[in-house]
């Protein structure tokens, strides 16, 4: 038995090496079509500074890129270079990821999984963004057709996608961020609302907070030495795909309402709907404090106002933003 386990740690070694090899070397695509179940049918598919201003002549799209987050498709790529995470919940209580690029674009990015109804909610806060998602359920695509964003998908972009080795579909897609951006548009393009600066006054000491989904969850774990909290999801640390731990600067524990929507997956699940429209309490995380807060968003094209009991702004810590969306 112990070389079979021997023989299974290699074996699962050298996929790692490949995929890594694969990714560094930019595959070549392998074609388009590719759908939420990979068979290709069925569904079609700034250094951050404070309250940044509109400016979307100068600042471009952000790119958002929907990131799958079941055990098969970890560790992801690319998901330490996103200015922020969201993090939802999806059918079957389980969890899936946004990731928001403005400062810098990642060689590659994934893998690459499908849209949601509340997504088209949480992105009209910024100006035309460029979302990357593998499909979306079809009564979900004319909604989507309809927003102020642009919707790149392996059929529009083929050449943007491809397929990586050693992991099974729909957990292998993946995205080459420059194919759909010519650059980062840089953080004036981040406009969520955010205020970033000295930490807020007050607070209480907390060195672990875990954020639990019906069948997922998330543990954040505050690292004096990286000065940053050490991202966990459902009890295995978070790193890359190069092996590198997944540090957030910040993470927004945000309570909002999540409901049953309309929409169903292939299995009959019912998709939860994440309200990020309206008002709530919420927790911000930094310096390895907890603050309690009310979170504001009055208008879908807003951005997410966070403030302490007396109305002021509640500065985030420079760097990776995780937002969690959970429920009341």
């Avoid at 090496?17 to 694969?22: E, F, K, T």
């Avoid at 979307?56 to 790529?77: C, S, Y």
């Avoid at 998330?218 to 640390?237: C, E, I, K, N, Y």
């Amino acid at each position: 038995m112990a070389g079979l386990g021997r023989r299974s740690r290699v074996r699962r070694a050298v996929t790692a090496g490949l995929l890594l090899s694969a990714l560094a070397a930019g595959c070549t695509a392998r074609g388009g079509g590719a759908s939420e179940d990979g068979r290709g049918a069925g569904e079609r598919t700034r250094s951050p500074s404070s309250a940044p201003a509109r400016s979307p002549e100068h600042a471009g799209p952000v790119l958002v890129v929907k990131i799958d987050n079941v055990a098969p498709a970890r560790p992801q790529t690319g998901l330490d270079a996103a200015d922020i995470v969201y993090a939802e919940q999806v059918e079957g209580g389980l969890s899936r990821l946004m990731a928001v690029y403005a400062t810098k674009l990642p060689p590659v990015v994934g893998p690459v999984r499908s849209a949601r109804e509340s997504d088209l909610e949480l992105l009209r806060q910024f100006d035309r963004p460029t979302l990357a998602f593998s499909g979306a359920q079809h009564k979900l695509l004319p909604l989507i057709d309809k927003a102020p964003l642009s919707a790149e998908t392996p059929d529009k972009h083929p050449d943007a996608y491809f397929r990586g080795p050693g992991r099974a579909a729909p957990h292998n897609l993946y995205l080459r961020p420059d194919r759909l951006l010519t650059s980062a548009p840089g953080a004036d393009a981040l406009t969520t609302g955010f205020h970033y600066g000295p930490a807020p006054a007050g607070g209480r000491p907390e060195t672990s907070r875990t954020v639990r989904y019906p069948a997922a969850r998330f543990t954040f774990t505050w690292s004096a030495r990286l000065h940053g909290w050490q991202v966990a999801m459902d009890g295995r640390p978070a790193v890359t795909a190069g092996g590198k731990q997944v540090v957030a600067a910040t993470v927004v524990v945000q309570h909002v309402k999540v409901r049953r929507s309309g929409l169903h997956d292939s299995l009959g699940n019912h998709t939860p709907y994440t309200e990020t429209v309206g008002s709530g309490t919420a927790e911000v995380l930094r310096d390895g404090r907890v603050h309690d807060v009310t979170w504001k968003r009055a208008r879908a094209a807003d951005g997410t106002e966070f403030t302490a009991a007396d109305g002021t702004p509640v500065n985030f810590a420079r760097g990776q933003v995780w937002v969690v969306l959970t429920g009341r």
